[in-house]
């Protein structure tokens, strides 16, 4: 049984991507106890899917590696993975959450060998690489996991792989007879981090995303540049593997939009201008082949970003189209073709590119409809800041659309009010 | 002075907001951001001059002449492509409408645009018995061009004449009288009123 040792001088901290990795370390850096629940059977969260930052084009492992570090080195932070909390009670100062654990089937003693990968032969989607290629039925989700352990995928158990897999485990580590729990644990204040996940490019009807095998997702388009990626590395188009190197990004693929999302995304400006200077990171300068064409409603990169954004306009590889793109065919090669308008001149075009990356949108990764507890959001979902919510506060996406830099801000923010709660909990009780 | 005249004095140099007062669903105008996704998402593409993201900006820019005697308004079949996919959810084939029909009052519509002949005689058909005719209204479209071209196109469709006739889908004594509906005079009633209000409400708007 996993067992929590938490009073209503905890704070809970849901979601463990970087906002709640950052609330966590600086709420138990203070001095307070602290619990980390996470879905996912590793921390990170999306941050673990990029391959570089905007606007220092650094690699976000760094940063992330620096706040795992931080995680292990700091006392007082009980982490739980694959966790779900379903329900909350009580009031601020004292709440009770109901966590579900679902059952990793690997325990402590995994070294992280890989020898019950090498065994298992069943294979799935990988979700780390959004679907683009697939893991075996155990697996360590990506490089960096932590908990640097192995999962047992549940869809396996029963089946030889199991018993395969656990007969290969030399350190005793699998456990095929894990239960699901279900704990229960007090905490003084919530931090609610859980985040944003990609808009469901398929209700994109005009872009033809679930019919056009070269028509992906920024994130999946991040997730390409990974050396350990789904393609090595490599920008390949998924109908046939061959290298892109005439790449269309489109803008607002659904933000700012009444049938999608109505909100802007914030993100997906800057994050196709740092996509835009992975092609000459492949190409290099040489290759006249290699090209990008962003096409955009307005380029929304503010303050300091405007530099940013003035490095790619006079990049001669990249053009901007302003326009919004009607929609996409494809012609017998698989080549996605572009029909529009633009708006400067009002010029009719039909743009053939190899591949055409969806600057998708961010929309709260808890639907609006499931929050296992009383919380005030606004009308795209995400939550407001509001006294109706007692000592419960969000941090990063679940508060709004937010990059990373500011998504950590809100996170220390969190903290901040948090700790507030939990010592005017202590203050009052002498 | 004539009702365009009128509106010009109010107006003078706001024809945005000229549009937002007297066409239906012209207040919509303003929230346009140029995408130019309708543009992009019309079918008849090139086959007009000033798409609906082209006549939005020219009603910004004060455009009023060439606006309102575009052939463009009335081009538009109401497909609603780009109703669909405008990410403002302007309706824009209604503004369309509008600002046709408001051109056509103000006299400023394009003289010899065919869409715009063909309404004409499909209203004032369908006034006359409050049912549309459409033998009347076929023949009519057919001796559009004069007497001559009239012959050769109904020659040119004889044998689908003469199945329609099997089919009983044609009433060859609607040539004569045609019949009507039950309570014509109060339908043309109807009508007038209606127009006396429009007309009433655009009247005063110009003041």
């Given at each position: 049984?996993?067992?929590?040792?938490?009073?209503?001088?905890?704070?809970?901290?849901?979601?463990?991507?970087?906002?709640?990795?950052?609330?966590?370390?600086?709420?138990?850096?203070?001095?307070?106890?602290?619990?980390?629940?996470?879905?996912?059977?590793?921390?990170?969260?999306?941050?673990?899917?990029?391959?570089?930052?905007?606007?220092?084009?650094?690699?976000?492992?760094?940063?992330?590696?620096?706040?795992?570090?931080?995680?292990?080195?700091?006392?007082?932070?009980?982490?739980?993975?694959?966790?779900?909390?379903?329900?909350v009670s009580g009031s601020?100062?004292?709440?009770?959450?109901?966590?579900?654990?679902?059952?990793?089937?690997?325990?402590?003693?995994?070294?992280?060998?890989?020898?019950?990968?090498?065994?298992?032969?069943?294979?799935?989607?990988?979700?780390?690489?959004?679907?683009?290629?697939?893991?075996?039925?155990?697996?360590?989700?990506?490089?960096?996991?932590?908990?640097?352990?192995?999962?047992?995928?549940?869809?396996?158990?029963?089946?030889?792989?199991?018993?395969?897999?656990?007969?290969?485990?030399?350190?005793?580590?699998?456990?095929?007879?894990?239960?699901?729990?279900?704990?229960?644990?007090?905490?003084?204040?919530?931090?609610?981090?859980?985040?944003?996940?990609?808009?469901?490019?398929?209700?994109?009807?005009?872009?033809?995303?679930?019919?056009?095998?070269?028509?992906?997702?920024?994130?999946?388009?991040?997730?390409?540049?990974?050396?350990?990626?789904?393609?090595?590395?490599?920008?390949?188009?998924?109908?046939?593997?061959?290298?892109?190197?005439?790449?269309?990004?489109?803008?607002?693929?659904?933000?700012?939009?009444?049938?999608?999302?109505?909100?802007?995304?914030?993100?997906?400006?800057?994050?196709?201008?740092?996509?835009?200077?992975?092609?000459?990171?492949?190409?290099?300068?040489?290759?006249?082949?290699?090209?990008?064409?962003?096409?955009?409603?307005?380029?929304?990169?503010?303050?300091?970003?405007?530099?940013?954004?003035?490095?790619?306009?006079?990049?001669?590889?990249?053009?901007?189209?302003?326009?919004?793109?009607?929609?996409?065919?494809?012609d017998k090669d698989q080549?996605?073709?572009?029909?529009?308008?633009?708006?400067?001149?009002?010029?009719?075009?039909?743009?053939?590119?190899?591949?055409?990356?969806?600057?998708?949108?961010?929309?709260?990764?808890v639907n609006k409809d499931?929050?296992?507890?009383?919380?005030?959001?606004?009308?795209?979902?995400?939550?407001?800041?509001?006294?109706?919510?007692?000592?419960?506060?969000?941090?990063?996406?679940?508060?709004?659309?937010?990059?990373?830099?500011?998504?950590?801000?809100?996170?220390?923010?969190?903290?901040?009010?948090?700790?507030?709660?939990?010592?005017?909990?202590?203050?009052?009780?002498? | 002075?004539?009702?365009?005249?009128?509106?010009?004095?109010?107006?003078?140099?706001?024809?945005?907001?000229?549009?937002?007062?007297?066409?239906?669903?012209?207040?919509?105008?303003?929230?346009?951001?140029?995408?130019?996704?309708?543009?992009?998402?019309?079918?008849?593409?090139?086959?007009?001059?000033?798409?609906?993201?082209?006549?939005?900006?020219?009603?910004?820019?004060?455009?009023?002449?060439?606006?309102?005697?575009?052939?463009?308004?009335?081009?538009?079949?109401?497909?609603?492509?780009?109703?669909?996919?405008?990410?403002?959810?302007?309706?824009?084939?209604?503004?369309?409408?509008?600002?046709?029909?408001?051109?056509?009052?103000?006299?400023?519509?394009?003289?010899?645009?065919?869409?715009?002949?063909?309404?004409?005689?499909?209203?004032?058909?369908?006034?006359?018995?409050?049912?549309?005719?459409?033998?009347?209204?076929?023949?009519?479209?057919?001796?559009?061009?004069?007497?001559?071209?009239?012959?050769?196109?109904?020659?040119?469709?004889?044998?689908?004449?003469?199945?329609?006739?099997?089919?009983?889908?044609?009433?060859?004594?609607?040539?004569?009288?045609?019949?009507?509906?039950?309570?014509?005079?109060?339908?043309?009633?109807?009508?007038?009123?209606?127009?006396?209000?429009?007309?009433?409400?655009?009247?005063?708007?110009?003041?």
């Amino acid at each position: 049984m996993t067992e929590v040792v938490a009073t209503n001088h905890t704070i809970l901290v849901v979601g463990a991507g970087i906002s709640g990795i950052t609330a966590a370390v600086e709420a138990a850096e203070t001095g307070n106890n602290v619990v980390l629940v996470e879905k996912r059977p590793y921390l990170g969260g999306r941050v673990s899917q990029l391959y570089k930052y905007f606007p220092k084009l650094c690699f976000p492992s760094c940063g992330l590696e620096i706040n795992q570090r931080r995680l292990s080195a700091q006392g007082g932070i009980s982490i739980l993975t694959m966790a779900e909390v379903t329900a909350v009670s009580g009031s601020e100062g004292n709440y009770s959450a109901t966590v579900k654990i679902s059952p990793r089937f690997v325990n402590e003693n995994c070294t992280a060998c890989g020898a019950c990968g090498d065994v298992v032969e069943a294979e799935f989607d990988n979700e780390h690489n959004y679907g683009l290629n697939k893991r075996k039925g155990a697996y360590l989700p990506y490089n960096m996991a932590k908990p640097q352990r192995y999962v047992i995928d549940p869809r396996i158990i029963g089946t030889d792989d199991a018993e395969k897999a656990k007969a290969a485990c030399k350190y005793a580590a699998i456990d095929l007879d894990m239960q699901e729990q279900t704990i229960e644990f007090k905490a003084g204040a919530i931090i609610w981090a859980t985040g944003w996940q990609p808009y469901d490019a398929n209700k994109i009807q005009p872009y033809g995303y679930d019919r056009y095998a070269n028509v992906i997702t920024s994130v999946e388009f991040e997730r390409m540049m990974d050396k350990f990626g789904p393609t090595g590395g490599k920008i390949l188009r998924p109908s046939d593997n061959a290298e892109a190197k005439d790449i269309a990004f489109i803008q607002c693929a659904g933000s700012r939009d009444r049938n999608h999302l109505k909100h802007c995304s914030r993100i997906c400006c800057m994050a196709t201008l740092k996509q835009s200077t992975y092609i000459t990171e492949q190409y290099g300068v040489d290759d006249a082949d290699a090209k990008g064409t962003i096409y955009y409603i307005d380029i929304r990169s503010i303050d300091r970003f405007e530099d940013f954004y003035r490095k790619v306009q006079n990049d001669p590889k990249i053009s901007f189209i302003r326009s919004k793109v009607a929609n996409i065919v494809q012609d017998k090669d698989q080549n996605p073709i572009l029909n529009g308008v633009d708006t400067e001149g009002y010029h009719r075009y039909e743009n053939r590119h190899d591949l055409v990356v969806l600057a998708i949108g961010m929309e709260p990764s808890v639907n609006k409809d499931s929050f296992p507890l009383e919380i005030v959001i606004n009308e795209h979902g995400f939550i407001e800041a509001d006294e109706a919510n007692g000592g419960i506060f969000a941090a990063g996406c679940a508060s709004d659309a937010l990059d990373v830099n500011r998504a950590v801000q809100t996170a220390t923010a969190a903290a901040l009010r948090a700790v507030q709660v939990v010592n005017r909990v202590a203050g009052s009780e002498g | 002075m004539s009702l365009n005249n009128a509106m010009l004095e109010k107006y003078r140099n706001n024809f945005l907001q000229e549009v937002a007062g007297n066409v239906e669903q012209g207040d919509w105008v303003k929230m346009c951001m140029q995408c130019g996704v309708c543009a992009g998402s019309c079918p008849l593409g090139d086959a007009w001059e000033h798409s609906p993201q082209k006549i939005f900006m020219m009603i910004r820019a004060n455009r009023r002449e060439q606006v309102l005697s575009s052939d463009s308004m009335w081009m538009c079949t109401s497909c609603y492509h780009c109703v669909v996919r405008c990410p403002r959810g302007l309706p824009i084939p209604h503004i369309m409408h509008g600002l046709a029909s408001y051109a056509k009052r103000l006299g400023l519509a394009p003289k010899s645009n065919p869409t715009l002949w063909f309404a004409e005689v499909f209203w004032n058909n369908m006034l006359k018995k409050g049912r549309v005719n459409e033998l009347k209204l076929g023949l009519s479209l057919y001796f559009k061009d004069g007497f001559a071209s009239g012959i050769k196109q109904a020659m040119a469709h004889q044998k689908l004449g003469i199945n329609m006739l099997k089919a009983k889908r044609m009433a060859p004594m609607d040539m004569f009288a045609g019949h009507a509906i039950k309570d014509i005079f109060g339908l043309h009633k109807m009508i007038r009123k209606a127009q006396e209000i429009e007309a009433a409400k655009l009247e005063a708007n110009s003041k």
